[in-house]
């Protein structure tokens, strides 16, 4: 099962609300990674966990909340989200981390902030 | 931090070969050049990786020369599947086991029959 699955496909809410979104994979991937991309822009990295832990943070605002709660589960908490914030979120994992390892995509989900 | 560099768009017939070059000048020793593709709405997916020289696998090759400052994605025979989105990527090591993954601005490819 070479497959990442994110929930759900699509999200709309409001700037008061709080949402998550989740990612899961089986592969036994020990480094778990959350995107954000905008429409005709590259991937921007948010966050990388390995081994469970939190190891990168790309200076992300602090409305977004990530978390880890076992090797194949990955959540991103939303709350009190910007229009500017609607995007593609990508969840993706890889074998280690580590700037040499091929990371596995999942289809995204498209976030809508009203 | 490796900054790359692409052309924003391509096209190219069907059956012919594509080639789409990444520049990344300050790359470093100990980095990586990784190429994923891109579908519309979908996540992107990993093509080919490489240190130096050439690779190749049973989708493209990747030519990497002696200096590392650039890269060359080669698509053999392209078909209309291939339009896509391709993005270079350079993942240079930051310390303490960090990296900085920063993918390049992406080449649009489109295939024309």
């Known amino acids: 099962d070479t497959e990442v699955t994110q929930t759900p496909k699509h999200l709309v809410m409001g700037m008061t609300n709080k949402k998550s979104l989740k990612c899961e994979q089986h592969?036994?991937?020990?480094?778990m990674y959350w995107y954000k991309q905008k429409a005709k822009k590259p991937p921007e990295l948010m966050f990388v966990?390995?081994?469970?832990?939190?190891?990168i943070n790309e200076s992300v605002p602090s409305r977004f909340s990530p978390e880890c709660p076992n090797s194949s589960l990955l959540n991103l908490h939303l709350h009190a989200l910007q229009p500017e914030d609607s995007a593609l979120y990508l969840c993706?994992?890889?074998?280690?981390?580590?700037?040499?390892?091929?990371?596995?995509f999942g289809p995204g989900t498209r976030l809508l902030v009203l | 931090l490796a900054k790359t560099t692409q052309p924003i768009s391509m096209d190219s017939y069907e059956g012919q070969e594509v080639n789409i070059t990444c520049s990344h000048n300050?790359?470093?020793?100990?980095?990586?050049i990784t190429w994923y593709q891109q579908f519309p709405s979908q996540g992107p997916r990993f093509i080919i990786q490489?240190?130096?020289t050439k690779v190749t696998n049973e989708v493209a090759s990747l030519f990497i020369p002696a200096d590392r400052k650039s890269s060359t994605l080669s698509l053999p025979r392209v078909s209309l599947s291939d339009t896509a989105v391709y993005y270079c990527?350079?993942?240079?090591?930051?310390?303490?086991?960090?990296?900085?993954?920063?993918f390049g601005k992406g080449t649009k490819l489109s295939v024309i029959p």
């Open positions: 490489g240190y130096k």
């Open positions: 990527l350079v993942a240079t090591y930051s310390g303490a086991g960090s990296y900085q993954l920063t």
């Open positions: 300050n790359i470093a020793t100990n980095d990586y």
């Open positions: 966990y390995s081994y469970e832990k939190l190891s």
């Open positions: 592969m036994g991937h020990r480094a």
């Open positions: 993706a994992s890889s074998q280690d981390p580590g700037g040499q390892e091929t990371q596995y």
